[in-house]
């Protein structure tokens, strides 16, 4: 039995798994005034808690690309799936501040391997001009997870508690680990895919020897991080992942702070921004892939679409000015496009400059940068919202992105993308 358009469903699946370590992470986020009202904890615990959470996850963002090169996408992908799961159910039982930042912590650890794995397994599977829409696809899923995360947490908070949402958020991910387990393997060994498909991806994806596991030691991660590609890469993104993580964290605070919102309020329309996100990050991986159809040379189709997405963003310093929550939720919408735009063709950029063998490792570092950036920007955002207001933030989240993509076009020049130029 073969299945067909298995390019395509691997998409879906990466796109589900993103979904679901976006649900996981945001979950919190949503019930945080329940847990904060149960475990007294005030806006700096919280900040705390969430700065824990980004410690681990920009420790293992460097090391979980190294791990899906050495085990392979297959194995990589379901250690880490397998991880973040059990580490979600654990938060069921938190009983204080630290038992809960522990737990956040293991979630930390486990949640960063979805994106190098997530890469790996496009450029194993994708073309290079129909790679960024693999990757707008996949990433896709992170503001899905964003989306259906509020009303989905708040109604079961309602029926069974905050505790039992994040039982039941968690074994959504072991769920997909069974179907991934069946369906995944590369082109090249899939007993689902069809010889009349594969002949359509041979020679144009990765080829065999670059999607097998090492059978020695691991890829080398000093000439990947030293190599000008990477550590552009990990600039931009310490200065722009930042800007998403506040959304998603503090999104459900803010409207429930300065707007208004009731838990019920926040169900219902704290989603709407990560719609628009969705929308960005396939609209971007399409575009950048049409202009290349048509003759773009791929550098330049992907920094159009960085400076695209760039120029949205400063709209982001006028959610705390106008004056209703409808136009607030609206600025939003517009700063998560922008970013969606922005990371469709900069998470890419790895599958264009670097061998399949190091892809993962790569990503791993320019994830490393960005988690970084977010630790340093929670605390931040703590500080400055229990002393002031949201007002700062929002001005410096609006300003992020122009700032990264002058370093992008200053830094990482045609020739760095070789015979792609």
């Known amino acids: 039995m073969k299945i ?127 790679r960024a829409l693999g990757i707008g696809i996949f990433n896709a899923g992170s503001t899905m997870g964003s989306a259906i995360a509020p009303p989905l947490v708040a109604v079961l908070t309602v029926y069974y508690g905050w505790r039992g949402a994040f039982l039941v958020t968690g074994a959504l991910g072991l769920v997909w680990l069974v179907l991934w387990l069946v369906l995944y393997q590369p082109p090249h060994r899939n007993r689902w895919l069809s010889k009349e498909e594969y002949a359509e991806l041979e020679g144009k994806v990765q080829p065999p020897d670059q999607t097998e596991a090492f059978q020695g030691g691991g890829p080398s991660w000093k000439s990947i991080i030293t190599a000008r590609g990477c550590y552009t890469l990990i600039l931009a993104r310490f200065f722009t992942d930042p800007v998403l993580y506040f959304v998603i964290f503090w999104l459900p605070e803010y409207l429930r702070k300065e707007r208004g919102f009731d838990l019920s309020m926040v169900g219902k329309y704290a989603w709407v921004p990560y719609i628009f996100g969705d929308i960005g990050y396939v609209f971007g991986g399409w575009l950048s892939g049409k202009l290349i159809d048509r003759g773009w040379p791929l550098p330049k189709a992907r920094k159009f679409i960085l400076c695209l997405g760039a120029s949205i963003m400063p709209l982001g310093i006028l ?103």
């Not at 991880?83 to 486990?110: E, N, P, T």
């Not at 122009?402 to 990482?412: D, G, H, Q, R, T």
Request: proline share 4%; charged share 15%.
């Open 4 to 130: 067909p358009k298995l390019q395509w469903v691997i998409a879906t699946m990466l796109f589900l798994a993103t979904m679901i370590n976006y649900a996981d992470r945001v979950a919190m986020s949503v019930v945080s005034r329940e847990i904060r009202t149960e475990f007294r904890l005030d806006e700096q615990d919280y900040a705390q808690i969430l700065a824990v959470f980004m410690f681990a996850y920009a420790i293992m963002y460097a090391g979980s690309g190294w791990v899906v090169d050495r085990l392979g996408t297959r194995r990589g992908f379901s250690v880490f799936v397998a991880a973040w799961s059990v580490a979600q159910m654990l938060h069921a039982f938190a009983f204080d501040k630290w038992s809960l930042a522990g737990f956040r912590f293991l979630l930390g650890l486990a949640e960063p391997g979805n994106w190098p794995a997530a890469a790996k397994a496009v450029a194993e599977w994708f073309p290079a001009h129909r």
């Open 319 to 421: 959610a705390p000015m106008v004056p209703s929550w409808q136009g607030a939720i609206a600025v939003t919408c517009c700063m998560t496009m922008g970013h969606a735009l922005w990371i469709s063709n900069l998470l890419t950029i790895p599958t264009d400059v670097f061998k399949g063998r190091e892809v993962a490792t790569a990503s791993g570092f320019t994830g490393m940068g960005g988690a970084i950036g977010g630790v340093i920007a929670n605390l931040g955002t703590g500080y400055l919202v229990s002393r002031f207001s949201y007002s700062p933030v929002f001005w410096i989240a609006g300003l992020m992105h122009p700032l990264a993509l002058f370093i992008v076009l200053k830094m990482l020049p045609n020739r760095v993308f070789g015979d792609k130029e």
